[in-house]
């Protein structure tokens, strides 16, 4: 889904979905069509080992971040 959201034109996002491994529905290709060009998730396509424990890892940081500013810096919460 990332690389498809990455690609520069409609043609490239096309060719990728055709020789992906990945069967995506006509709703999804017409949504991904749809969606505007995001090259910032270009990095993300080159990370290898996406796995469940590696999301646990990635959500838990991103929460203890959302908690240290939000809460602890701008209401003033104890960590």
């Known amino acids: 889904m990332f690389k498809a959201?990455?690609?520069e034109t409609l043609k490239?996002?096309?060719?990728y979905l055709r020789?992906?491994?990945?069967?995506?529905?006509?709703n999804t290709e017409s949504i991904l069509a749809q969606s505007?060009?995001?090259?910032?998730?270009?990095?993300?396509?080159?990370?290898?080992?996406?796995?469940?424990?590696?999301?646990?890892?990635?959500?838990?940081n991103l929460g203890s971040v959302i908690w240290d500013k939000l809460a602890v810096e701008w209401l003033g919460f104890e960590k």
Do not use: R
């Open 36 to 60: 505007q060009h995001f090259p910032y998730l270009k990095s993300l396509t080159n990370l290898e080992d996406w796995d469940n424990e590696a999301i646990e890892i990635g959500t838990k």
């Open 5 to 7: 959201l990455s690609t």
């Open 12 to 15: 490239e996002q096309k060719e």
């Open 19 to 26: 020789d992906s491994k990945v069967k995506f529905g006509e």
